[in-house]
């Protein structure tokens, strides 16, 4: 498409809109009802007609200043003011202060076969007066078979619906106008509102398996495009929700923050950073294995980083999660008490799938969370087929994808063996996939985490060893034994013989090392005594030599002397001492 092309489009002129203010449904009319025309709701008994439409009478007033008239055929005023008083509409006060106008018209059927003659003129006035006193902007009918329920005469009844509908378009005023539904299939039972209707909305109300769902379809709507598919709906204190969400297109923003998982050794497998902000989470395995644990230490660290969660509890209620979380090092109460931790705990047979969606949806838009945790998802199956659950849960990861909210999902794995795929069948949808799973060995069972997906990341493929103590949640590094790979008490009776192993080591190298001491202390011992004795030896050698020599001078001294004496000579000097 051309700018030219575009800009002509935005110049043509689009039909007006008249916001309802009901949750959802302005997203799926794309901007409200056909302003100035009528609008036909249809259904059966029950589904939400007469609500819908005082909810956009008292949305108008509160939301857009715009005063309504809400004529009933069937019930009374005083019934309706009380009816929706639940609901926290005060159409009394709406009243007094001349911003609603409620009127109830009775029409008996033996009245108008006495007079033989039947046509709106006199509702018209009356219709026409109730618009003119306020200035309503806004008109509700209800129902339209009790206005023509005493008319058998095909040709009039048509005709007078035609005027009806002339006439509230010649007031100017954006009508809603409620139908039963008809015989074999048919929207209406006189099967002509449809046609003159700008805009029809059929609401059904189906049970199946004992539960009850609401459901929505906008069946035409002319002069706009709008949603065509079935949208659940919701009634409940805050009155009517919508679900708009549908087949959102997969253009959605991503981020590259990374989120923390609560466990530091977690975040490590996943590249040291955890998961990414607005990815959706899948923790998988049997019974007992720890994925409650798991979701609320994520809970646990959303909240720490002063972030919102919102936790979906469809097994334990909050006080039990609470209290269990304890014995593992976590109080989540403080968080439930300052505003970051809400829980919403039902069971999944409360409503159906259509209705859970409705309700979570309507939940994140109220509280607008940054993490949400749905523990677990497998107890949905009790209320509908696994492909139902899967639809479900698309449409789910999509709406929280689109508004950048990160997800952790946990499911029961109702088999040990490890599948392709969840019994959910949602593995393939999620971003991170962690699977915990129990290690029988050695007469004990233990836990092992491992990553079987992670999208845009690099992460561990090791099996660890998943810890759950009263200090917390911990994963072990892969322990390889000399018989593979080791677990629980085995791998700490491992690591016990190897620690003794190692003390007994360092003694035996420590007492030879004594040994060595001793014998080197001995042999210097021995080396000092005969050093000791090598110099006794050598001086009592020394001093024989001494005395040998000092007795051959004293001899040779002796022999001069005699010599010398023999001849007559005196002595002249002494005998020298030889050194």
Same mark, same amino acid.
């Given at each position: 498409?051309?700018?030219?092309?575009?800009?002509?489009?935005?110049?043509?002129?689009?039909?007006?809109?008249?916001?309802?203010?009901?949750?959802? %449904?302005?997203?799926?009319?794309?901007?409200?009802?056909?302003? #100035?025309?009528?609008?036909? +709701?249809? @259904? $059966?008994? !029950?589904? =939400?007609?007469?609500?819908?439409?005082?909810?956009?009478?008292?949305?108008?007033?509160?939301?857009?200043?715009?005063?309504?008239?809400?004529?009933?055929?069937?019930?009374?005023?005083?019934?309706?003011?009380?009816?929706?008083?639940?609901?926290?509409?005060?159409?009394?006060?709406?009243?007094?202060?001349?911003?609603?106008?409620?009127?109830?018209?009775?029409?008996?059927?033996?009245?108008?076969?006495?007079?033989?003659?039947?046509?709106?003129?006199?509702?018209?006035?009356?219709?026409?007066?109730?618009?003119?006193?306020?200035?309503?902007?806004?008109?509700?009918?209800?129902?339209?078979?009790?206005?023509?329920?005493?008319?058998?005469?095909?040709?009039?009844?048509?005709?007078? %619906?035609?005027?009806?509908?002339?006439?509230?378009?010649?007031? #100017?005023?954006?009508?809603? +106008?409620? @139908? $039963?539904? !008809?015989? =074999?299939?048919?929207?209406?039972?006189?099967?002509?509102?449809?046609?003159?209707?700008?805009?029809?909305?059929?609401?059904?109300?189906?049970?199946?398996?004992?539960?009850?769902?609401?459901?929505?379809?906008?069946?035409?709507?002319?002069?706009?495009?709008?949603?065509?598919?079935?949208?659940?709906?919701?009634?409940?204190?805050?009155?009517?929700?919508?679900?708009?969400?549908?087949?959102?297109?997969?253009?959605?923003?991503?981020?590259?923050?990374?989120?923390?998982?609560?466990?530091?050794?977690?975040?490590?497998?996943?590249?040291?950073?955890?998961?990414?902000?607005?990815?959706?989470?899948?923790?998988?395995?049997?019974?007992?294995?720890?994925?409650?644990?798991?979701?609320?230490?994520?809970?646990?660290?959303?909240?720490?980083?002063?972030?919102?969660?919102?936790?979906?509890?469809?097994? $334990?209620?909050?006080?039990?999660?609470?209290?269990?979380?304890?014995?593992?090092?976590?109080?989540?109460?403080?968080?439930?008490?300052?505003?970051?931790?809400?829980?919403?705990?039902?069971?999944?047979?409360?409503?159906?799938?259509?209705?859970?969606?409705?309700?979570?949806?309507?939940?994140?838009?109220?509280?607008?969370?940054?993490?949400?945790?749905?523990?677990?998802?497998?107890?949905?199956?009790?209320?509908?087929?696994?492909?139902?659950?899967?639809?479900?849960?698309?449409?789910?990861?999509?709406?929280?994808?689109?508004?950048?909210?990160?997800?952790?999902?946990?499911?029961?794995?109702?088999?040990?063996?490890?599948?392709?795929?969840?019994?959910?069948?949602?593995?393939?949808?999620?971003?991170?996939?962690?699977?915990?799973?129990?290690?029988?060995?050695?007469?004990?069972?233990?836990?092992?985490?491992?990553?079987?997906?992670?999208?845009?990341?690099?992460?561990?493929?090791?099996?660890?060893?998943?810890?759950?103590?009263?200090?917390?949640?911990?994963?072990?590094?892969?322990?390889?034994?000399?018989?593979?790979?080791?677990?629980?008490?085995?791998?700490?009776?491992?690591?016990?013989?190897?620690?003794?192993?190692?003390?007994?080591?360092?003694?035996?190298?420590?007492?030879?090392?004594?040994?060595?001491?001793?014998?080197?202390?001995?042999?210097?011992?021995?080396?000092?005594?005969?050093?000791?004795?090598?110099?006794?030896?050598?001086?009592?050698?020394?001093?024989?030599?001494?005395?040998?020599?000092?007795?051959?001078?004293?001899?040779?001294?002796?022999?001069?002397?005699?010599?010398?004496?023999?001849?007559?000579?005196?002595?002249?000097?002494?005998?020298?001492?030889?050194?």
């Amino acid at each position: 498409m051309t700018k030219s092309h575009k800009k002509q489009q935005t110049n043509f002129k689009t039909l007006p809109k008249t916001p309802t203010g009901i949750n959802g %449904l302005d997203e799926i009319t794309d901007g409200g009802l056909p302003t #100035g025309r009528p609008t036909l +709701i249809c @259904g $059966e008994a !029950g589904c =939400g007609k007469t609500l819908m439409s005082l909810e956009f009478i008292v949305r108008g007033v509160t939301l857009f200043n715009e005063p309504g008239v809400f004529m009933a055929f069937e019930e009374k005023t005083d019934e309706l003011a009380m009816n929706v008083a639940s609901l926290g509409f005060d159409l009394y006060k709406l009243q007094e202060e001349k911003k609603v106008k409620l009127d109830h018209v009775h029409i008996d059927r033996s009245e108008i076969e006495e007079t033989g003659e039947y046509d709106l003129e006199g509702l018209f006035i009356r219709l026409g007066h109730a618009i003119d006193s306020i200035g309503a902007k806004r008109v509700v009918l209800d129902t339209l078979e009790n206005l023509f329920s005493g008319l058998n005469n095909q040709t009039i009844l048509r005709a007078e %619906l035609r005027r009806l509908f002339t006439f509230l378009k010649n007031k #100017g005023v954006t009508a809603i +106008i409620t @139908g $039963e539904k !008809g015989d =074999g299939g048919a929207l209406t039972r006189q099967g002509l509102e449809e046609y003159v209707s700008d805009c029809v909305i059929l609401l059904d109300h189906r049970v199946i398996n004992q539960i009850s769902t609401r459901r929505l379809r906008v069946v035409k709507y002319r002069g706009s495009q709008h949603g065509t598919n079935e949208y659940p709906f919701l009634i409940d204190e805050d009155g009517i929700s919508v679900l708009p969400v549908t087949s959102l297109g997969l253009e959605k923003a991503v981020s590259s923050k990374r989120v923390s998982s609560g466990i530091p050794a977690l975040d490590d497998m996943l590249g040291g950073q955890g998961f990414f902000k607005g990815s959706s989470i899948l923790v998988s395995g049997t019974a007992g294995t720890g994925k409650t644990s798991i979701g609320a230490y994520f809970a646990a660290e959303t909240c720490k980083q002063k972030k919102k969660c919102l936790y979906f509890a469809f097994e $334990e209620s909050p006080n039990q999660i609470i209290r269990n979380m304890r014995s593992i090092n976590i109080d989540l109460q403080p968080y439930v008490n300052n505003g970051l931790l809400r829980f919403h705990a039902s069971r999944p047979t409360l409503y159906g799938l259509e209705m859970h969606l409705v309700a979570i949806y309507k939940l994140i838009k109220q509280f607008k969370p940054d993490t949400v945790i749905l523990d677990p998802i497998t107890n949905l199956i009790t209320v509908g087929s696994v492909s139902e659950v899967k639809s479900m849960l698309v449409r789910l990861i999509d709406f929280l994808q689109n508004e950048q909210i990160t997800v952790m999902f946990t499911a029961l794995s109702l088999n040990t063996v490890v599948n392709e795929q969840t019994d959910e069948g949602v593995s393939s949808l999620v971003d991170t996939w962690m699977l915990v799973r129990d290690i029988e060995h050695n007469g004990e069972r233990n836990r092992g985490l491992y990553i079987m997906k992670s999208r845009g990341m690099k992460h561990s493929n090791q099996v660890r060893e998943f810890i759950i103590t009263d200090k917390g949640l911990d994963l072990v590094d892969v322990y390889l034994g000399p018989e593979g790979v080791l677990t629980g008490s085995a791998r700490q009776a491992q690591q016990l013989k190897e620690k003794t192993g190692v003390a007994l080591r360092d003694f035996a190298v420590s007492r030879k090392d004594k040994e060595i001491m001793r014998k080197r202390i001995m042999l210097e011992a021995k080396i000092s005594n005969l050093q000791a004795e090598f110099e006794s030896v050598e001086e009592e050698l020394n001093r024989i030599y001494y005395e040998d020599e000092l007795k051959q001078q004293i001899m040779d001294k002796n022999r001069d002397e005699i010599t010398k004496m023999r001849r007559g000579v005196k002595e002249e000097s002494p005998i020298k001492k030889k050194k």
